[in-house]
C-alpha cells in the first residue's frame, strides 16, 4: 500500500469528480491520505471529504504561510480552536514562504512559532511548508524550547540543507512529482534522506509528476513517483511503499494493523 502524505482533494479543482479520483487512487495501490488545511475557508471542506472517506483520511489543521495576512491573529485564533478538538493528527500545512510574497515575513516568523508550540502542546507533529525559507524557519526553531517532531513537505534542498535540518531534530522529507522532473536536483539528495526518513506525496492537485505534468495532479498519480523514487534508490517499488507507509504511521501516530 501506498500513503499520499500530502493531498488536497478537498478543494475545489476535484468538486465534480471526486469518486472517480479516490477510484482512480485505490486502483493504484493508494490506500490512506493526508489532508493539511490551507487557511479558514478550507477547513470544513476538508473535514466533510474526510467525513465520507472515514478511516482512509487523516487530516492535519494549521494556517499555510502565503495565507498569513493583516488578519493572521483572528485567523490563528480560530485554528489553535480547531485543534483542540482531536480531530487532527498534525499541525500544518504551516512554515515560510518568501518566494510570492515577503511583505508578512515577520507576521509568518511569528505564526509559524505560534503553531510549532501550538504542535508541542498538542503533542502533534508538524507538516512543514518551505519556500525559500529554510534559513528563517531554521532561526524560529532555534528559539523554541521544545523542537516539534514533523516533516519538511514537498523538499527540494541540498544535502547542506538536510544536515542543517538534522542538527535540529530528527525530520521526515516529504518527496513529490518534482523528483521526476528532468532538472530536479532533489533526486541527488535521495540517498541522504534515507528511506526511513522518506515520506511519499503528491500536493494534489499541484506538481503531477512526468509522464502527467501539466495535469491537474491527484493521489493516484503518486504511484508514478513511488516508481521514480524506487528505482533511483534500486530497491523494489513494493518495499519502497511498505517502509514509506510504516514512516507516515510512525510519525503521524496510527498503529499498522
Same mark, same amino acid.
Given at each position: 500500500?501506498?500513503?499520499?502524505?500530502?493531498?488536497?482533494?478537498?478543494?475545489?479543482?476535484?468538486?465534480?469528480?471526486?469518486?472517480?479520483?479516490?477510484?482512480?487512487?485505490?486502483?493504484?495501490? /493508494?490506500?490512506?491520505?493526508?489532508?493539511?488545511?490551507?487557511?479558514?475557508? *478550507?477547513? =470544513?471542506?476538508? &473535514?466533510?471529504?474526510?467525513? #465520507?472517506?472515514?478511516?482512509?483520511?487523516?487530516?492535519?489543521?494549521?494556517?499555510?504561510?502565503?495565507?498569513?495576512?493583516?488578519?493572521?491573529?483572528?485567523?490563528?485564533?480560530?485554528?489553535?480552536?480547531?485543534?483542540?478538538?482531536?480531530?487532527?493528527?498534525?499541525?500544518?500545512?504551516?512554515?515560510?514562504?518568501?518566494?510570492?510574497?515577503?511583505?508578512?515575513?515577520?507576521?509568518?516568523?511569528?505564526?509559524?512559532?505560534?503553531?510549532?508550540?501550538?504542535?508541542?502542546?498538542?503533542?502533534?507533529?508538524?507538516?512543514?511548508?518551505?519556500?525559500?525559507?529554510?534559513?528563517?524557519?531554521?532561526?524560529?526553531?532555534?528559539?523554541?524550547p /521544545?523542537?516539534?517532531?514533523?516533516?519538511?513537505?514537498?523538499?527540494?534542498? *541540498?544535502? =547542506?540543507?538536510? &544536515?542543517?535540518?538534522?542538527? #535540529?531534530?530528527?525530520?521526515?522529507?516529504?518527496?513529490?512529482?518534482?523528483?521526476?522532473?528532468?532538472n530536479?536536483?532533489?533526486?541527488?539528495?535521495?540517498?541522504?534522506i534515507?528511506?526511513?526518513?522518506?515520506?511519499?506525496?503528491?500536493?494534489?492537485?499541484?506538481?503531477?509528476?512526468?509522464?502527467?505534468?501539466?495535469?491537474?495532479?491527484?493521489?493516484?498519480?503518486?504511484?508514478?513517483?513511488?516508481?521514480?523514487?524506487a528505482?533511483?534508490?534500486?530497491?523494489?517499488?513494493?518495499?519502497?511503499?511498505?517502509?514509506?507507509?510504516?514512516?507516515?504511521?510512525r510519525?503521524?501516530?496510527?498503529?499498522?494493523?
Amino acid at each position: 500500500m501506498l500513503v499520499d502524505s500530502h493531498t488536497h482533494l478537498y478543494l475545489e479543482e476535484f468538486k465534480d469528480d471526486i469518486e472517480a479520483v479516490m477510484d482512480r487512487a485505490s486502483e493504484s495501490g /493508494v490506500g490512506h491520505f493526508m489532508f493539511p488545511n490551507v487557511d479558514l475557508s *478550507t477547513i =470544513e471542506p476538508m &473535514k466533510r471529504l474526510a467525513g #465520507r472517506y472515514n478511516g482512509l483520511v487523516d487530516m492535519a489543521i494549521g494556517l499555510h504561510p502565503t495565507e498569513v495576512n493583516e488578519n493572521w491573529v483572528d485567523a490563528i485564533n480560530i485554528i489553535e480552536n480547531e485543534a483542540e478538538t482531536g480531530l487532527y493528527k498534525a499541525i500544518g500545512e504551516i512554515g515560510i514562504d518568501l518566494y510570492w510574497d515577503k511583505s508578512f515575513l515577520e507576521q509568518q516568523l511569528t505564526v509559524f512559532k505560534l503553531q510549532c508550540e501550538l504542535s508541542c502542546k498538542l503533542d502533534l507533529p508538524v507538516i512543514i511548508h518551505c519556500r525559500e525559507g529554510l534559513a528563517e524557519i531554521l532561526s524560529v526553531f532555534d528559539t523554541l524550547p /521544545v523542537l516539534p517532531r514533523g516533516v519538511f513537505h514537498s523538499f527540494g534542498g *541540498t544535502v =547542506e540543507d538536510i &544536515k542543517e535540518i538534522r542538527r #535540529r531534530g530528527d525530520f521526515y522529507f516529504g518527496i513529490n512529482g518534482i523528483v521526476t522532473f528532468k532538472n530536479a536536483k532533489v533526486r541527488e539528495v535521495l540517498p541522504e534522506i534515507g528511506v526511513d526518513r522518506l515520506l511519499l506525496e503528491t500536493d494534489a492537485p499541484y506538481l503531477a509528476p512526468v509522464p502527467k505534468r501539466g495535469k491537474r495532479n491527484e493521489s493516484g498519480f503518486l504511484i508514478h513517483t513511488a516508481g521514480y523514487v524506487a528505482n533511483e534508490l534500486r530497491i523494489d517499488t513494493d518495499k519502497l511503499g511498505e517502509m514509506t507507509t510504516e514512516n507516515y504511521y510512525r510519525l503521524f501516530g496510527k498503529q499498522i494493523n
